[in-house]
């Protein structure tokens, strides 16, 4: 058993974890961040469809609505501050018909309600917006506050804010079980590695979070996985895409989206299924075909050729959404889960409102004074040059030894120099996983049949396994060389 003492322990390290860890390292409580995973953005927060929304589609008055609302007009700022790609390139909604036009005239006065701004297009001046809209769409709908976010940085970055901050981030530390005052409040948090003695806990754990009332003997809630399956396009259909698009919703879907990322690649999908396995991420062939099928409907003349790669996210369903709250039966037990489909959008917000209710309720917080508020900005081939650059870049002889400023990942355009930044810091890269979404390393159209090796090599100085030991990503999915 630990003897050292932490004010607040919070479990789970996706983007709702990492926010809150990060607000909470700017205040004077030593607080430990357990996750269950080897690395930081696992869940949830690695496979979505990476829109900072405005929730203009969101009923007014929610507490969701609220919260991205809240967080929507800092995104510029923040992403600064945390060295994460955002662009604010706004969203079209389509339609094609008299029912979808009849949408979006809900649409934009639901909007209204929320007060984010909206404009209607004709089918002309949508397609002087995006070339390769479908010349079929009669008229779309315009958000232009609507962003792209990489969301992976955006927590890997949280995270080192935090850990810079004096949090006390163990990672392959899952949460099994809690100890209890007589009065029962939580006394310690049990892991593998022994108990650790807390003042609070927040449970942040995303589709788990039922399992974690459930130990600490609270309120019983119910999460399921809700799978979206994605299509991913290579990056020289990027620039074909030039804001988010989505057909117009029905009574019956949320309608599908094609979303240009903040690194030039394009999302297809998602799907919304509902299912009971939390492990999960399969896609199958059926549904990626009605993805491509309806994406088709956006964009008639992108080939299916660009594909590169196919994956599932799982949202975090539950029967409440936004769960934040103290629970009622433990009192030092909070709750910051439920957030399914827009946690990314409501991150710093739902951070900010879980430290109030830690604050009124349970801890008195008060602000640090050398608190940092940013991370440093690690110099990036690939958001600093063009594609044809890149090839100049690749011949120049290197200034000096230390530079590394040789390309290791061809498709991605990422140097030795960024790989070994990602090695080190305050949430290092422990498995190729880790450097693939510290720096996209291995996420190109090769999918690192080229680079994987290069890769190892430069992890290995940091970790001090063998090359061939390196890890895919979680300890039971090592990645095996032939060293024979
Ligand atoms: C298909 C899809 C599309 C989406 N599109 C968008 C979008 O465009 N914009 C947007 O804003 N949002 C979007 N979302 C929603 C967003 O991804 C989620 O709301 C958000 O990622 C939830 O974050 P989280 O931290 O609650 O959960 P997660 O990211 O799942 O993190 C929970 C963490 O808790 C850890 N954990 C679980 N159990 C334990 C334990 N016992 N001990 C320790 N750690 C534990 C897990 O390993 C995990 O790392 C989308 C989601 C999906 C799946």
């Known amino acids: 058993m630990s003897t050292q003492h932490y004010d607040i322990a919070v479990i789970g390290a996706g983007v709702i974890g990492a926010a809150i860890a990060a607000e909470l390292s700017r205040h004077d409580v030593r607080v430990v961040w357990f ?10 927060s690695k496979a979505n469809s990476a829109i900072a929304c405005t929730g203009f589609d969101m009923p007014a008055g929610s507490l969701e609505s609220q919260l991205i609302l809240e967080s929507n007009p800092d995104w510029e700022n923040l992403c600064r501050a945390l060295d994460v790609p955002f662009r604010r390139i706004g969203a079209l909604s389509l339609a094609f018909d008299d029912d979808d036009a009849h949408s979006l005239l809900q649409l934009a006065a639901q909007a209204a309600d929320v007060g984010v701004d909206t404009e209607f297009l004709s089918g002309a001046a949508l397609r002087r917006e995006a070339k390769t809209a479908a010349p079929t769409a009669v008229q ?3 958000v232009p506050a609507e962003g792209i976010i990489d969301p992976i940085r955006l927590t890997i970055g949280l995270a080192k804010l935090a850990v810079s901050n004096g949090v006390d981030l163990r990672r392959c530390a899952p949460v099994t079980g809690f100890w209890h005052h007589d009065s029962g409040e939580i006394s310690h948090v049990v892991t593998p590695g022994g108990a650790v003695s807390v003042g609070a806990v927040v449970n942040a754990a995303g589709v ?3 399992q974690i009332t459930d130990a600490a003997d609270a309120e019983p809630f119910t999460m399921w996985p809700r799978k979206g399956q994605f299509l991913l396009l290579d990056r020289a259909v990027g620039h074909l895409v030039p804001k988010i698009m989505c057909t117009a919703p029905t009574p019956h879907t949320r309608g ?12 297809v999908g998602p799907t919304a299924v509902d ?4 492990a999960d991420k399969t896609t199958d062939a059926d549904t990626l075909d009605s993805v491509w099928a309806r994406a088709q409907r956006l964009l008639p003349d992108i080939s299916r050729r660009y594909v590169t790669k196919a994956f599932s996210g799982l949202r975090p369903a539950s029967d409440t959404t936004y769960r934040l709250e103290v629970s009622p039966k433990v009192s030092n037990l909070v709750h910051a889960n439920g957030i399914r489909s827009t946690g990314v959008s409501s991150a710093p917000a739902v951070a900010r409102y879980v430290a109030d209710l830690i604050n009124r309720n349970i801890i008195e917080l008060t602000p640090k004074a050398d608190a940092k508020t940013a991370v440093a900005a690690l110099p990036r081939l690939a958001e600093t040059t063009t594609d044809d650059a890149v090839i100049g870049f690749v011949a120049r002889p290197c200034a000096t030894p230390d530079e590394h400023p040789m390309v290791v990942c061809a498709c ?12 080190r810091g305050p949430v290092p890269a422990t498995s190729l996983d880790g450097i693939r979404k510290r720096t996209r390393a291995m996420a190109g159209r090769c999918q690192g049949a080229y680079c994987s090796v290069g890769v190892s090599f430069i992890l290995s100085a940091s970790t001090g396994e063998q090359p061939g030991q390196i890890r895919q990503g979680e300890p039971e999915s090592q990645w095996q060389a032939d060293t024979k």
């Open 208 to 210: 788990n979070a039922d």
């Open 140 to 142: 779309a709908l315009h």
């Open 256 to 267: 599908i989206y094609a979303v240009p990322t903040t690194n030039r690649t394009v999302l």
């Open 35 to 44: 996750e269950a995973a080897h690395d930081v953005a696992e869940g949830a």
């Open 275 to 278: 299912g009971l396995d939390r």
């Open 412 to 423: 991605e355009h990422v140097t030795a120099a960024e790989i070994a930044a990602e090695c």
